[in-house]
């Protein structure tokens, strides 16, 4: 065995030595703004017009919904991110975060009083033409490695800022696909749920 020197934790690893799955969110309203910089850091666009995480051929297949909840100056809904003008549009008024909450396998009894949700999703039935020379599956499998990215640029940011997330991804499969049919891009297929708000203390 060759034994390695420690890592030197410079910012970067000092964050992923602070970051941890939160479970346990304050009620309290979370700022706009902050939103706004954790959906940038999961999906945001840079300047050449691509986005923070890597993606296959630049398909970007990964959707974020934003389930609002107790939002400083955003109305109580769902609202889809849109990367390229980093805005949202919305879905559905009303509070749908119980119905997020209880798809889940484990996070029924806490989920629902989260400040905000953001649900990942991709359409993982259809290739897009860019990838049309490879094999069916591989988009899907894309989609489910660039989810992972995602998850972990916003776990960093949660690191970095002092708010707590987790991500979910145990589902009851027919209650997901009755919330994704109602909140999600048409034939989306739900990846996962991160959470966002302030941690208890
Ligand atoms: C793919 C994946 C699925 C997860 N699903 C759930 C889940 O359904 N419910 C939950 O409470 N936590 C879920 N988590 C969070 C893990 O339980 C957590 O990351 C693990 O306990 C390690 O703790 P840490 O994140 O604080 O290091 C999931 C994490 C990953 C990576």
Redesign the pocket.
Known sequence: MIALAAPRPRRFGHLLKL?????NFTTTEIQLERIADALWHAAGETQDGRRVSASARATYPVNLTLVAGSVADLPIGTYRYEPREHALEIVAAGDTRQDVAEM????GSWLGDCPALFIASANTTRAPSALADQPAEHSRHFAWMEV?FL?QNI?IWAAETGLGA??????DDSKARSVSERLLPVENELL??IAIGERAR
Do not use: E, K, N
Not at 19 to 23: G, I, P
């Open positions: 970051r941890r799955s939160t479970r889940t396998l484990d996070a992972g998850v776990s987790v991500v979910i991804a145990g589902f996962a749920v």
